[in-house]
């Protein structure tokens, strides 16, 4: 090994990356801002506001009392139910995060019903109800330690746990691959003249976003199409030969339409096409758009319930959440995987309504960094 | 005179820099016009104010009697850039197609006789990132003549081209001139330039001197356009 060819080498390399100040500022404060914010989420990430709604037995004397005041030392505020099926309509329409079902003797359980849209942060309320259970338990003496059952409005609280993040991960894939795709292939059309010339062409701008909108499309349709495919179906195949028999496909179940499922995804994927036009405005290399991941993706993973519930998140971050494109997509998702909603769904609408203002927002802004004086 | 491509007074400047310095000029139809100049003399940004890539930042440019920009002008117009420009994952025959498109070109012969012109008819399917420098170069002037532009802009089309393929291309822009198109040649090699019927030599973003080759020539008293270059820019001292 020749040192002097050697030090030539190094001393290219640095100063090569020395003068890429986005490669500089993604090497050494990209790290610093997604681990500070990982660390941040996951201290700071608290109990969730549980608004809870008590169906009160005739056990009201012995438990009720004890765990209102238990549950409101715990912060949760509490409301009276008349009965399960109204506790049930309370949750499912949102003006109770849970609904605490009383027994009507000693020897039934207690029922908590969620509604099974986001079972994280469920978890994170069950919780803090089961601490206000023991310590109304220990208040009303000579009850014994109730025993309490978990039910959902949607789906069953038993499901394999991949159900609720399914989902999320669905959506997240789909954004992350159809970006890089994008915005590399658009990086190459700045950089390799091509656009230069096109721009030189009676083309518009308009069509230049839109057709590299739909040309991606078309593979964000396939791929969307094979990703739930390959998500919700199960196929068992037969032994062969001395090969057992084994099963292709998740196998995730799906409470609501696939066709809805894939429509979320799509203008999520539209939106991420237009992503990658305008950020491949701000890359001068290939592995500069690769470099814009931990700044657009990696929060939208952190803040969009991929990962961490939205309710759980620190309060300070609660206002980002509603800017991030992918929540919108993943709570749309949940919605039709588990709650099985259809487009009469307001919650449904508005991730659809979102996701495709969000679409069109970013086509706009990405036709722009196309540059060209001719209207 | 006919008026093929006007200049008045064409200004363009990127903050402090001021590439293009007050250029006037009309050029006739069916004429092949060299830029001549150094490399950052302003060749590449007054033709981007030709082709209205750019805005001016005083003055204004017509092509066809068009003012630019102006979009749908740009029909009439072929641009071969200073890179290739074409599409390396796409065939020779797909690329053409691809151009022939966007200039709104139905008819599918034109590709056929757009490659054929550059020799490249039987490299129709073949990828262009696996075609040669040269034949790279022969399919981006395809491209930029796929709609048969009555006004030809190219960009320092023989960079990186052998002197074979040098006098091929030389050979079909005298012959698109021939048959009317207007072709504004951006180069920096002076032995080019006796090709063209009328040379404008470019130095710091201003027309220096205009003409024939033979006319600068005499007009500077030089052998050579390079010598007559350096007379014309004040720099006689250093070409003797």
Known sequence: MNPRRLRAIVRRVVSEIRRDRPSLALLFIAPLVITGLVTFI?????????????????????????????????????????????????????????????????????????????????????GAVQKALISAAVSAAGARAPTVTHETVYGVPSDDPITSFAPAIVGFFVYFFVYVLTGVSFLRERTGGTLERLMATPVTRGEVVGGYTIGFGIFATVQVALLLAWSLGTVHVGAIGPLPAFAVGLGIPMAGS?????????????????????????????????????????????????????????????????????????????????????????ALQGDLAVLALVAVFFAAIASLTIRRDVV | MDVAIRAVDLVKRFGTVTAVDGMSFDLAPGQIYGLLGPNGSGKTTLIRLLTGMTKPTAGHAEVLGVRMPDRPNLARIGYMTQGDGIYPALTAGENATFFAAVYGVEDAARVTEALALVGLADRRGTVAATLSGGQRRRLSLACALVHRPPVLFLDEPTVGVDPLLRVQFWGHFRALADAGTTIVVSSHVMDEADRCDELLFVRDGRVIARGGGAELRAEAGTADLEAAFLHFAGEGAVAA
């Open chain 1, 42 to 126: 996951v201290r700071e990430s608290g109990t969730p506001d549980v608004h809870a709604g008590i169906v009160s037995g005739r056990l009201n004397q012995v438990i009720a009392g004890p765990l209102e005041a238990a549950l409101r030392d715990q912060g949760v505020t509490v409301i009276d139910l008349a009965d399960e099926p109204a506790a049930r309509t309370a949750v499912a329409d949102g003006t109770v995060s849970l609904a605490i079902v009383l027994p009507a003797d000693l020897t039934g359980s207690i029922t908590l019903v969620t509604n099974g849209l986001d079972p994280a942060a469920e978890g994170a309320q069950i």
């Open chain 1, 258 to 346: 696939p066709l809805l499922a894939f429509l979320v995804v799509l203008l999520l994927a539209v939106g991420a096409v237009s992503l990658g036009i305008f950020l491949s405005t701000f890359a001068r290399t290939e592995l500069q758009v690769i470099q814009f991941i931990p700044i657009v993706l990696a929060p939208q993973f952190l803040l969009s319930g991929v990962l961490f519930p939205v309710s759980t998140l620190p309060d300070v971050l609660k206002p980002l959440v509603a800017l991030m494109p992918l929540g919108y997509a993943v709570d749309g998702l949940r919605q039709v995987f588990i709650r099985g909603a259809d487009l009469s769904v307001p």
